[in-house]
């Protein structure tokens, strides 16, 4: 049974656009998010003036230089008189982007909304790891001089040792989604790569390799969503927006089990509930874990409650994520094929499984009939979640 919402507009996504994403685009911020947003109104069949809402996310300002960046991105993203909103959850800003755009419409508040995603990471000198130098407890952590790559080594090393996990099956992951994103045309790195060359990669902290770790890129993406009145006059195909999921865990990750993802997995409970999903590895035909690196995919997968805790690995093996699989994963070839302009890059996980529902994925599409499917991002160390639902 579905859960009754005051909240209980029906809202579907009804067009999507995505910029190319790359290292050190040339255009700036303000032209980034506009090109999405107007491939996104081209296909849904609206101009500007027919949005009432713009809904903007974005993660730290300090990627692009800027101060108060949603009112920097305001006019690249149709925010043109009209109210405007921006969200920041670190790397779950993506698919909160939706959420919250869903919200506007399911709400009775706006009609037509624009939600716009944009990162420009490569301005951020000398790296964009430089950017969380501040994000640490002054106290417990600062001291340490901790950065995220060894957080994350952390993390991956105790997920690997609580169940027995192997560097080669993690990798797998790395060697899947490059290929996979040899099908994509707005993928930076797509690649035939082995499990060989992510091991013989460069050791960045152990066991987290530079071929396990998403590349720093620019990018843009965007979604028109409408109510259901609106949805069934512009197009045949609107895709339902069924279920949304989030949570913010508390802020003392030392003191927790770092070998699962109970931040995604409560998110992803509140999504399931709300789209009366029972079974949801029966149930999701097609699935975009958020994967800034590849033992990621694994741990929020588990999470998700498409795998066991610690089996995931093992279904990867198998070939039950594969694009021809029985529930394909990251087919856009995810953050680590595509690349990870933090907040585009969750929204680009929305826009895939909105392709994938509405048959238009071309060479991305997977290989069997699809009518339920999930993205799913993540942000902060260890704390916030993002997870929604979509259906055809």
């Known amino acids: 049974?579905?859960?009754?919402?005051?909240?209980?507009?029906?809202?579907?996504?009804?067009?999507?656009?995505?910029?190319?994403?790359?290292?050190?685009?040339?255009?700036?911020?303000?032209?980034?998010?506009?090109?999405?947003?107007?491939?996104?109104?081209?296909?849904?069949?609206?101009?500007?003036?027919?949005?009432?809402?713009?809904?903007?996310?974005?993660?730290?300002?300090?990627?692009?230089?800027?101060?108060?960046?949603?009112?920097?991105?305001?006019?690249?993203?149709?925010?043109?008189?009209?109210?405007?909103?921006?969200?920041?959850?670190?790397?779950?800003?993506?698919?909160?982007?939706?959420?919250?755009?869903?919200?506007?419409?399911?709400?009775?508040?706006?009609?037509?909304?624009?939600?716009?995603?944009?990162?420009?990471?490569?301005?951020?000198?000398?790296?964009?790891?430089?950017?969380?130098?501040?994000?640490?407890?002054?106290?417990?952590?600062?001291?340490?001089?901790?950065?995220?790559?060894?957080?994350?080594?952390?993390?991956?090393?105790?997920?690997?040792?609580?169940?027995?996990?192997?560097?080669?099956?993690?990798?797998?992951?790395?060697?899947?989604?490059?290929?996979?994103?040899?099908?994509?045309?707005?993928?930076?790195?797509?690649?035939?790569?082995?499990?060989?060359?992510?091991?013989?990669?460069e050791v960045l902290v152990w066991p987290?390799?530079?071929?396990?770790?998403?590349?720093?890129?620019?990018?843009?993406?965007?979604?028109?969503?409408?109510?259901?009145?609106?949805?069934r006059r512009y197009t045949d195909t609107p895709v339902w927006v069924e279920g949304v999921g989030w949570t913010l865990d508390n802020t003392e990750w030392p003191a927790r089990d770092l070998s699962y993802a109970r931040y995604v997995e409560f998110a992803a409970r509140m999504a399931y509930k709300i789209a009366g999903i029972e079974r949801p590895n029966k149930e999701i035909d097609v699935v975009e874990p958020y994967d800034p690196f590849d033992y990621k995919e694994l741990h929020h997968l588990e999470a998700l409650q498409l795998a066991k805790r610690g089996e995931a690995p093992t279904l990867l093996k198998e070939g039950v994520f594969d694009i021809d699989g029985d529930i394909p994963s990251s087919p856009s070839g995810g953050l680590l094929g595509v690349g990870n302009p933090i907040a585009a890059a969750g929204l680009m996980k929305v826009i895939s499984i909105y392709w994938q529902l509405k048959g238009t994925a071309g060479k991305m599409q997977v290989k069997k009939p699809v009518h339920t499917g999930l993205a799913q991002a993540w942000g902060d160390l260890m704390q916030a979640g993002t997870v929604i639902v979509l259906r055809n």
């Open 208 to 231: 987290v390799q530079l071929l396990d770790v998403s590349p720093v890129s620019d990018g843009g993406a965007a979604i028109v969503l409408a109510s259901e009145d609106v949805a």
């Open 1 to 201: 049974m579905k859960v009754n919402l005051y909240l209980n507009k029906r809202v579907a996504i009804i067009g999507a656009g995505l910029t190319l994403f790359r290292r050190r685009l040339l255009e700036t911020p303000q032209e980034i998010a506009w090109e999405a947003s107007s491939k996104a109104l081209e296909e849904a069949g609206l101009e500007l003036k027919d949005i009432d809402c713009v809904v903007i996310g974005s993660a730290p300002d300090a990627f692009d230089g800027v101060h108060l960046k949603g009112e920097y991105l305001s006019h690249g993203s149709g925010g043109i008189r009209k109210p405007v909103s921006r969200v920041f959850v670190g790397g779950a800003t993506g698919v909160m982007t939706a959420i919250a755009g869903w919200y506007h419409v399911a709400s009775g508040l706006c009609q037509k909304v624009l939600a716009v995603a944009e990162e420009k990471m490569s301005p951020a000198r000398p790296h964009p790891q430089s950017v969380f130098k501040y994000i640490w407890d002054p106290i417990l952590e600062k001291p340490l001089n901790p950065n995220l790559i060894w957080i994350f080594a952390m993390e991956m090393h105790r997920y690997m040792a609580k169940y027995g996990i192997k560097k080669e099956d993690i990798a797998l992951v790395s060697v899947k989604n490059k290929r996979n994103a040899l099908n994509n045309p707005y993928a930076q790195l797509g690649a035939n790569i082995t499990v060989d060359d992510v091991l013989n990669s």
